[in-house]
């Protein structure tokens, strides 16, 4: 039996073009074609998509996953084994809450309620984090609380600093701000490996559950606060390659689209671990967005954002707690290669 393209992504909860993609960096190709040029996949095309659905379910990237399957040794038997041992730690993890619960109720059932309340949000919390994390991600993640190597009491330090600060009416100008805001971004980068995919479920996670914001103390306004000190931070930097007017336009605008870069900076990041060719159509309408993000700033004098360019060079500070590395920059400057006029 063999299956086409539309009907295999039906099937299997997938899009075509996620499909289309798997084909173009060589994952899964289709065994077949129809005598219109439909792909035909064949139940050992289905046994390979599955190995990939598996794996990156794991957490591996698609570049890792067609190392994994390139390898001779490498099974259904093996992956399947690796599904089972994933969903073993599921099932224990479910039957530590079953215990935990259990353990509540009898408390309950004998009158006592002891720290009930903050029990009770500890797992309202859990639950939360499961909604935007996997196992794993908790586990690698000190800020969350949830790990021996958590980081959560040196940030509930910080939090309270910068609420010290906004209590006290300190504008996020201060030199006291900025310096919280580069504490706050470098213990960031640290806390996430310096991986923007996951700092975009953060705020997702924080900006999409009230309860997490009365737990944290991490407010949308908390947020806002420590991003003015921190873009305070660069424009003090970008001040000294800029003329008078040309900075004007640029503190005016510069935080104006702040919250659409991570985002952004983490679907690049996504599609260079994916191995995605920098001249791909999804690449070059990234790159768009970036150059149209850069303007919004910049604004559309070249000689303006030639200077700009100038000071990324010269002040590697500038990309400090940006979650921009120099194989992203790379592999955007090469796309955005393409969207240039050609004579």
Known sequence: MLLKIGELASRCGL????????????????????DSGYRLYSRDDIARLHQIQALKKLGLSLSDIGTVLANQGSSLVSIVEKQLEFLKRQIEQGKALY??????????????????????TTLEM????????????????????????????????????????????????SIEAQALSKRWMTMLVRDT????????????????????????????????????AFAESKLAIYEKYLEPSEFEFMRENYGKRSREWPPLI??????????????????????????????????????????????????????????VDGPLLAYIRMAMSGLLPTS
């Not at 075509?16 to 129809?34: C, E, F, M, N, P």
């Not at 586990?139 to 910080?158: F, Y």
């Open 15 to 34: 899009t075509v073009r996620t499909l289309h993609h798997y084909d173009s960096i060589g994952l899964l190709k289709s065994s077949a074609r129809s």
């Open 99 to 120: 215990d935990r619960l259990s353990e509540l109720q009898a408390k309950l059932m004998h009158g006592e309620e002891p720290g009930f309340a903050d029990w009770l």
């Open 126 to 173: 859990m639950t939360m984090y499961d909604k935007y994390f996997s196992t794993d991600e908790l586990n690698n993640l000190p800020l969350l609380d949830v790990g021996e190597n958590s980081t959560a009491p040196e940030w509930n330090e910080l939090i309270k600093s910068v609420r010290k600060l906004m209590v006290a009416g300190v504008p996020a100008e």
């Open 193 to 228: 490996n310096g991986d923007p995919r996951l700092v975009v479920r953060l705020n997702a996670m924080h900006y999409g559950e009230p309860a997490i914001q009365t737990n944290t103390g991490v407010t949308e306004e908390v947020v806002d606060y420590v991003q003015h």
């Open 266 to 323: 983490a679907e690049i990041r996504q599609h260079m671990e994916d191995g995605t060719a920098e001249n791909d159509p999804h690449i070059l309408r990234l790159a768009q967005r970036w150059l149209e993000l850069f303007r919004s700033y910049a604004g559309d004098n070249p000689q303006t954002q030639a200077k700009i360019r100038a000071a990324h060079e010269k002040e590697p500070e500038l990309m400090e707690g940006t979650f």
